[in-house]
């Protein structure tokens, strides 16, 4: 474990409230975020009225309820026809029938929000006034700890010092909360817990109790907030208590549902004295320990995931506030280590980020907004979108090292298989057995309950496509981890599925290549016979499949028929009039009048560049043409939408335009708390960016660890330890001057490993003080076999020029 000795905080002179703002601006903006994977928390600190908003990621209106019993994951068979209307559209396109097709696709909609789809609910807010504070407040600082996963609030007014410190343990299931004060003063505290779903708050003894259920679906839900104080006295009103004349008080607080990600019913059966029974286990465990116990557990619980990686572009941390850090970045007056110091933290916080909304234990993955959320009818649902934004938030969880954080998204795309089916038959005409898993379907948009159908609205509803790219998110476990396993009984069967499915869905155009009918790229262009966009994930999908069933020697039979498939499939790429990759088998020319072209913040066309491996350095006119496509996009755009071209460009080896496009993210897209702006907070451009970085530093898709294979100029100097490349290797490295310095690769599981080292001629290998033999393949690709748990060292012996 190392120990990340820098401090990376984000820290603030002055709490978050701003005079002139709306609420959930200043909420989005300028609170921190604490979370344990179900459970999130923003603190505002306050000096006399602290406000802590609360979440638990389960509280979803939507789904199947006893007001709604006709749920079916808003399925329509009068549109889908069980695949009829789809076949019509499809003979309307072979026929030449274009704006027959086209018309016919409005047929082609899921059920409106009302049939069900719900939204992710805002689960309550903690309030503590200060009573007795003085007028006069002094040294405030807050902070966000990233190093260990604490955030904290200090200042004094004019006899006192007060402190808060907060966080939110995994290994606890509570957050728990430190409020203490020095000097002549006792504190006086009104603590109430003030539900955003109506349940009236129970006081008990010493315990705020919020228990009830969803109106809309009737979910079960229950939270309860206990004061232990050390010295002092309790007193109740009929809504809060007043703890007074104590020097510490502490407040354990955890939050439960009934949700449970179980197709149909979605319920686990408990009851609210059930919940409430476990919040009160949970509860005692936790108060049982002392604060620097359930602190200490919680700490070493964060770091063991969190020092997997160490990265250092600056010397020194910087000794500004972050938000005066982020002003003088965005208008240029930063010397230039400070700003590597924040490029740095905004990285890290990826991370934290990460750990703080989807653990390994977690009930369901990081949603448009990870596991935070302030309000109950929050932009998109704050729902699970695969247009780009799920994908989005496990890019970079490979790559930086965090591989299990992904096991809620891998069972969450498991959970999509039984109601996928459904929607697979109604829409395509392809059904299911029990013995016979034909494939499942999910679209653009999708919430907790098995909402597969297609949108309300065919230009951004339909995306037939959105399974098999996030199966590469899965796929990408066993890449990285190389668990044969995990492969085997967990990913596999859902490849296999898909691959059969689109193996089956597919149609012959006029030329007898194989596409799917009708597509859109998202949210982009006409309706058309094939598109860029679905093509290059298909042709994703099934290698993938063929490698997995390669690897672990099974369906021999069936890959031949995926092999045929993938070989006879239109384009993927196809390269238009001005050398660009046609986003439209139709497109001639660049931004032609198909689509709303330079200004569009989607760059689906472009997805075989990133997260995929279809475009690359060895196809030389598809990687030229992805140049020209991703120039000819704009590159101000929405959080995510820089973001995704931050990795775009890293993968095409354009670090100093990857970097261009990083001063525009801060500029436009990052908040004074650091977190990503769509507008509204979205939090996938937080994740793109550090996985945009890492892909800066090395990348791995292509067969072969390419080493710095982009970096920007602006970063001549740094080091990062920790990183991982597919195959299972973890990468330290080092760079002066732009060039290499020093590389040392652990091997996890003894591969035989295949490297790329740009620019450096002389060098030679170490392991265990003897020299590593290896073989020069073309384009300078070293090879070498590894020994599992074993390091080797890349020795640079070139003359720094
Ligand atoms: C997709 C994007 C939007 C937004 C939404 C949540 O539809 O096109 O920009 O991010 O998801």
Redesign the pocket.
Known sequence: MLDNKKPLKLWYKNSSIRKGLQENDIWERYTLPIGNGDMGANIYGEPEKEIITFNEKTLWTGGPSKKREYYNGGNLLEKGKNGETLKKIQKYFLDGRDDEASKLCDELVGADESAGYGSYQAFGTIYINYNNLGLNIKEYYRYLDLNQAIAGVHFLDEDSIYNREYFLSNIDDVLVAKLSIEGQKKLDLDISFISKQGAIPRIEDNKIVLSGELEDNGLKYAAILKILNVDGELIHTTDRIRVKDAKEVYLYISAKTDYKNEYPKYRTGDLNKDLLNKLENIIKKASEKSYEEIKNAHIVDYKNIFNSLEFNLSKKASSLPTDELLYLYNDNKLPDDERRYLEELLFAYGRYLAISSSRENSLLPSN?QGVWNNVNNPA?ACDY?L???LQMNYWHIYSTNLVNLSKPLIDYVESLRKPGRISAKIYMGIESKESEENGFIAH?QNNPFGWTCPGWNFD?GWSPAAIPWILQNCYEYYEYTKDDIYLREKIYPMLREEANFFSNILIKDFEGKYVTAPTFS??HGPRTLGNTYEQSLIWQLFKMAIEAGKILGEDTKIIEIWENKKNNLKGPIEIGNDAQIKEWYIENSLNDDLGEGFNH??ISHLLGVYPGNLITEDKKEWFEAAKVSINARTSNT?G?GMGQRILTYARLFEGNKAYELIQNLFKNGIYENLWDT?PPF?IDGNFAYTAGVSELLAQSHTGFINILPALPKAWEEGEIKGLLARGNFSLEIKWRESKLNYLKILSNVGDELYLKLNNIKNFKILSKDKNIEYKINSDNIISFDTNKNTEYEIIVEDENE
């Open positions: 448009l998109w979108h247009n780009v934004n653009t951004w998202p949210e913040r989607h929405t995510w769509h979205q």
